[in-house]
């Protein structure tokens, strides 16, 4: 009992902290302690009891989990537990799909209950393959349990991980058998082996980096049949639901670095929501390619103009059914081939008369400068004609301009504002947040990573595809920021730029595209419908145009200037708020990017959204070969649980006759298993001199037992099959004893015995 106990203990340990890596911050330290007790509990009650404590213990680690209360179990309740469950988990587990890791789990709630699952899933198989004396069952469940979590997102010590978990499979295998531990022997072994397994991965010949590319296990693939996708690029706020099968809607060859693939540009708020207000514009063209760097050069900076810094994008479209083209943030240029004739509007928006079709092909161009935090904090609120004069990217609601941002009528302006117009008066909630997030900042750039920071990590909000409506005569807006916190991305997007707008710093919300997963044998990105997106645009004199994401989870960039890209300077950032005015709260709002150490250099990410491409750090995957060896895995287990499973049932009777011919089978299919076949004529007497023969083990006693259970009188009959069932565990560990290691690894994934008669 302690045995097992301190062996399913370290089992669940080391399981539940790989997949708490997963989380930032991490769980909390009583959650795991719980899971992990909980896992292990039911490996420590014997008998038949222990089926029960199993689905005790998996809808109580469910329901803290899922947060599905545990009521909801009992008969008079109507709703089902099991199907919450089951629902709440895959959910959860889909969404590692379409968001960063290490993701927050205060926005992911789901993917936090999933990952608390996992965590108890695998240590709860391994602490039962402990229990049972099993191995070949604990190491699978112990890897499998650490190795999942590893490869999708790789650290900093994988060779210190990968050398514990050697030697907790290794503890495993010398202490989870019958009989007495050779302690002496095989700690000698086992360090032999640990210093081999030191001295091959520092070899350069030998060490690999990331061998399973988990996110090529696509569990809603392509449709079985061709289809057609379409967008209403305009922000509605009552909920979004995607397709149970991920669509691809387009593939675009281009650059491994990841970019936002943008289709259009929100200008327009008025009546609560944002909309598309785009004007004509005359790129200049060239024969069928169109360049907006002459066309919007008031908004773009001068490097702009330089084609050999922009980065090349070819589309070609799947199931995508709209009249936009896409183009890399921010798009610059296109050269649209043999596709009808194009429109293009400003913001470097092209249009076609017609939806494009599968198989259309077209390049763009974009422009995505990359400067630092600290000399975002420099450029200064001066804004060209178009913005300052003309008042474009400025509207709060039609006809109506908030001052630009370190204009004195700031102050003055907003609550005369409010004051005398009305339809305005419902948006003073939502400024007032914005002035106590970010009206104290010293420059626009401050304020903007303040307010994405808080969006993300510092205001309690959480991502939420069918968040609640807001009541008649609260702005959709409004009700997000102050009341329910929940939402997608047209909240978080649409709420962030608006709050820009009435601090005075130019915004606008782009529509498109998350960057997809890339293919790094193709060197293609595979964009699916899901990675439908809103994020915000602000303009920075000297860089023009910058993409930032608020939403919780979903935004994934390249630059270090926003708080969602990987290579996020937070220090720079942190620099940046408090020499901005807003060092009270820099910590406490990039606590979470602060917490993950981020420099100027890129994390260690491997998410499904952002995969790396040829020579990034992390290493590739090797796909196909991953998927079939996985496969295999999960198959050879399923066989051992199945034929663990069938045994287990045949014995689920009182029936002492029924009772001895389930142990005479279970014997008998384990000699199958062993290549040692029993003749289904074959007498006990028989059966046992052929088991003594075989393998020198004697199993009179257990014979004896059967007989009188099978055969004997029916008062002593009950009695001899419990003493049956008690000889049979004696033999098995006897014969297992008598086998080597290779042996009964045989057995355990043998299919002999489910023909054995």
Known sequence: MVRTALLAGALAAIVASSWARLEQPRPELGELLL????????????????????????????????????????????????????????????????????????????????LLMAAF?????????????????????????????????????????????????????????????KLRAQILAGGAVVVLALTLSASGAVAKSQFVDWQSWDFYNKPDAPVGVSYLWRADYDGIKFPNKRTRVLQVRGSSRASYWRATTLDSFAEDHWDEDLTFASPFQEGTRAEFSTEERALMPSEAGDPGKWTRADVTVEALRDRHLVGPSVPIAYDTRRLPQVDYASGAVAIMPRPVSRGDEYTAWGYAPRPKPSELAKSPAVYPPVIADEGYYRTVERGRLAPLFGDPRQRQWAP??????????????????????????????????????????????????????????????????????????????????????????????????????????????????????????????????????????????????????????????????????????????????????????????????????????????????????????????LLVVGKV??????????????????????????????????????????????????????????????GIARFGPASAAAAAAKRARGELRLVRRRLRHALSTGERLRGAFSVRSLLAR
């Open 35 to 114: 899971v992990g007790a909980l896992a292990v509990a039911p490996a420590l009650v014997r008998g038949r009891l222990r089926i029960v404590a199993v689905a005790i213990a998996t809808l109580i680690a469910g329901s803290v989990a899922l947060d599905v209360p545990f009521r909801s179990a009992s008969p008079f309740d109507d709703r089902d537990i099991v199907a919450s469950l089951l629902s709440r988990t895959w959910e959860g587990f889909l969404s590692f799909y379409d968001v960063t890791v290490p993701f927050e789990g205060i926005a992911q709630p789901l993917m936090h209950g999933a």
């Open 121 to 181: 899933t695998f240590s709860l198989a391994g602490a039962l393959a402990v229990a049972a004396r099993r191995p070949p069952l604990a190491l699978a469940a112990l890897l499998l349990g650490v190795g999942w979590p590893a490869t999708m997102l790789p650290g900093d010590n994988e060779l210190a991980r990968g050398l514990l978990i050697l030697a907790i499979g290794l503890v495993l295998l010398a202490a989870v058998r019958p009989g007495p531990l």
């Open 416 to 637: 005369e504002t409010f004051a005398f117009d009305s339809s305005l008066r419902r948006y003073e909630p939502l400024y007032e947040e914005a002035l106590e997030i970010a009206g104290d900042a010293r420059n626009p750039y401050a304020a903007t990573v303040a307010l994405e920071a808080w969006f993300r990590t510092g205001g309690g909000f959480t991502y939420d595809e069918s968040p609640p409506r807001s009541p008649p005569g609260v702005p959709p807006l409004v009700f997000f920021i102050k009341q329910s916190k929940t939402g997608y991305c047209q909240h978080y997007a649409g709420a962030m730029a608006l709050m820009l707008r009435y601090l005075g710093v130019p915004a606008r919300v782009a529509a498109g595209f998350t960057s997809g997963t890339y293919d790094r044998d193709q060197r293609v990105w595979n964009v699916s419908d899901r990675n439908a997106h809103t994020w915000v645009e602000v303009w920075f004199h000297g860089y023009g145009w910058l993409p930032f994401d608020p939403t919780p989870g979903r935004g994934n960039l390249s630059g270090p200037y926003s708080a969602s890209s990987f290579s996020f300077d937070a220090n720079g950032a942190r620099d940046v708020l408090t020499a901005a005015g807003l060092a009270a709260t820099a910590g406490n709002l990039l606590r979470f990017q602060l917490g993950r150490d981020s420099g100027s250099t890129s994390g260690g990410f491997t998410p499904r959204d952002v995969g790396r491409g040829p020579g990034e750090q992390g290493g590739g995957g090797v796909g196909t070969t991953a998927i079939v060896i996985f496969v295999l895995m999960g198959l050879a287990l």
């Open 645 to 706: 499973a069938l045994r287990k049932g045949r014995s689920l009777t009182k029936d002492p006759r029924r009772l001895a011919g389930a142990y005479r089978r279970e014997l008998v299919e384990f000699l199958a298993d062993q290549r040692v076949d029993v003749p289904s004529s074959a007498t006990l007497d028989e059966l046992r001199e052929l088991v003594a023969v075989r393998t020198g083990v004697d199993a009179r006693r257990l014979v004896e037992s059967l």
